[in-house]
Each structure stands twice: as structure tokens, then as C-alpha cells.
């Protein structure tokens, strides 16, 4: 009990309105939530010539560090790993159609970390963020819940996308479908009576479901771990931050994850106790700091940047309020050595009821909407118009400060903009011009 009791205290179990098992049963569920990724990362970085073992190695153990470090250290239920928007950026475009090597690849991931890390450790990360409106802050926690959507019903095979473009209407019957289907309904029925880890319970169901009708993980699509595991530690080619065709790497990489961090830490945390009364994350700076030394220490493993997942919606979800979260979260990352054949048989699939009602519970409540006006409503709606096309919520935090500066100039209220908002949109857009040459 003396155990508990302390580790009560340490993440203030009480200010928090939560428990031990709350904590624990969340860190369970965003795991499964973001499982995934240990498939799907080696299999993408492998298109741009790394070793799957090396990577799913590189994977697991920058993972679970970095999220462990935001549990003991940030104390924050947010969980850390690959981010599947910079895995693609380098295996597709960075080394097969700018040529680099993948060790010249890694070196770019780095220096966006470093940089990522100075700009956090001087505060500018924090004012930055204290610079966004409140009512963008509900439109970004928002537009995270919408992403969440779109991740579940494009894993469903309901909506698809080219790239990273919205496409078309997929299928809506079919046998992907039906498990979403029934992951939803699973979820919403154990959540309206109140059932406890019903986000677990769903997505278990939703697994059962999915191996009956013949949905499961194919034996090619797993990654274990061998003998070539340490082959990608420290490959990486420092010198190419003196390649003047990196540097424009570099920038992409860093403003993708320095602002698509910035935008999850608050759609992830409003209107929880995460934040004080005052709408403020107690140890942000630490919080933050975690995800640079993340991308940092991913690249010299042999891995892509690591960013706070969405995923980590899951386990608010279901009552995860503190750093305990992250931990358990952690610990089941380290033990995924072990338990990959476990954890495949969990298909991707069945997670995607769960991460559509996540999102949805993102969504903010009909009082905060209905304080929206004029500017607001337009600069929201674009918001979400921006994340649902180009799949990306840094870009709808581009379209977000655009907005509402054209807005604050239009209505004669130049004094009001913030010159961090400014420096931040010139940033995002210049990153946004690299990125469509």
C-alpha cells in the first residue's frame, strides 16, 4: 500500500480525479491504439533501403525511452513514437527522389532535433504556444479529433486518400468496415452504461471479430527482432548539415514536428485536469523537451523523428490523466520484443471503432461553440477543411494564423497580433512552399 500510496502522490492522483487502475487500464489501451506502428514503420522506412530488424529495434527502444521519460519526468498520459507523416517524407521522397543515402537521411532527422530542442530549451516553443488564441486552442482540439476520424476511416477503407490527398469515398460495405462498425458500437454502448475499460473491451471484441472474418495480421507483414538489430545505432551521417540541398530537408522536418507537436499538446489536453485552472500545462517546457530529445536520440538509434502520437487520445479516452499513463504505455513498448505475436493478434483494423469515438469525444462542447463568431467560425471551419484535405494538422495551424491575422488587420485591430504568431505562420508556410515544389 506504502507503493501506491506514493505513487498517489507523486502524480497527484487526487487533483487529478483519478486511480491506479484508471491509469493503468489507459496506458494498456493506447498501446493497442498505437501498436501498429512496430509494424508499419520498419515496412515504410524499408522502401528507402533500412534494415526492417534494425528499424522495428530502433522503433521499440526510442519509443518506449521517450515515453517513459514524459511519464516519469513530464508527468503527462502522452504517449511518443515514429511519426507516420515523417517516415514517409523520408523513405519516399528524401532517399528515392532527392537520392540521399538513408544514414544522409538520418543526419537530416537529427539536426531537425537539435534544432527542435535549442528553440524548446529557450522557451520560444512555450510562448509560442501562450501566443494562439483560446478559441484556436478549442479549434485545434478540434481539428485533432477530426484527424483522429480520418486515421479510423481511412483504416476502414471508408474514405481514401492519394499521398497524403484526400481522394475519394471508399467502400462502405465490406469486411474492414463492419469491424469499424462494430468497433463503434461496442465502444458507445460500454460508454453510455458507464462500463469500465471500454475502450480495451472494444477493441478485444473488434479483434475477435476481425480474425472471423479472416482480417488478421498476415505472417509477411510481421517484423522480428535478429540478429541485425544494432545495425542501424549511430549510422547516421552528421555532415550533412553543410549540404545546402539538405537544408531545406531539415526545415521540413523540423516545423512538421516542432508544430504538429505544438498543435497535439493542446488538442490533446483542453478541457481536461491535464491543464490548470487557468487553461495552462503545468511542466509544458518538460513536456516538450521530451519530444526534441526524442527526435534526437531516434535518429541515432536508426529511426525517423519521434513525435507525441494522437494516439494518446485513446488513454485520456478512458481516464488517463497522468504520467502513469505514459509508463505503463512504456513498459508494454520494451516488453513488445517478447510479445509480438501477441500483439499481432491485434489487427490495425480493430482499433479503428475506438480512435473514431476518441476523436469525436475531442470535439468541443455546444457552450464553446456557441461563443464562436464572425472570423472564428470561418478560421475553424477552414481549420478543418485544411486538416481533411491535406491530412496534416500542422497545415491547418498555417491556415489557422492566417486567418485570424488577415482577420485582426481587417478589423482594425493590428495592435493584437502577436509577433510569435507571425514569426510561426511565416515559418509554416515557407515549410508548406518546400513541400509542394
Known sequence: MKILDSISKYFEFAKHKTNFGTEVLAGFSTFLALSYIFVVNPAILAEG????????????????????????????????????????????????????TWQEALGAVFWSGIICLVVTLTNIRVKIIRAIPDKMKTGLSLCVGVFLGLIALRLAGIITY?????????ILISPAAYVFYLGLVVVLALQKFRIRGGVLISIIIASIF?????????????????????????????????????????????????????????????????????GSMPQMKEALTVDGVGTVGGSMLGTTSIITYVESAVGIGEGGRTGLTAI??????????????LVALVPVIATTGTLLWVGITLFPSRKELGAYHGTEIVTMLLMIATVIYTFAIDKALLVGFVVYIIGLVASGRKSEIDLYMVISTVLLLIGALIQGA
Not at 530502433?58 to 498520459?77: N, Y
Not at 512538421?256 to 481536461?272: E, P
Open 49 to 100: 533501403g533500412f534494415d526492417r530488424s534494425a528499424v522495428l529495434f530502433a522503433t521499440i527502444i526510442a519509443s518506449a525511452l521517450t515515453t517513459l521519460l514524459m511519464g516519469f519526468w513530464a508527468k503527462k498520459p502522452l504517449v511518443l513514437a515514429p511519426g507516420m507523416e515523417m517516415n514517409a517524407y523520408v523513405a519516399f521522397y528524401v532517399i528515392n527522389q532527392l537520392g540521399f
Open 162 to 170: 492519394e499521398g497524403v490527398r484526400l481522394s475519394s469515398l471508399g
Open 210 to 278: 476481425a480474425h472471423a472474418l479472416g482480417l488478421a495480421n498476415k505472417a509477411s507483414e510481421m517484423v522480428t527482432v535478429s540478429e541485425d538489430m544494432l545495425d542501424g545505432i549511430m549510422k547516421l551521417n552528421f555532415n550533412v548539415i553543410f549540404d545546402v540541398r539538405m537544408l531545406n530537408v531539415i526545415l521540413v522536418l523540423f516545423l512538421v514536428d516542432f508544430y504538429g507537436s505544438v498543435a497535439k499538446f493542446i488538442g490533446l489536453t483542453k478541457n481536461t485536469t491535464i491543464l490548470d485552472k487557468n
Open 328 to 341: 505503463v504505455c512504456g513498459i508494454l513498448m520494451l516488453l513488445f520484443i517478447v510479445l509480438t505475436p
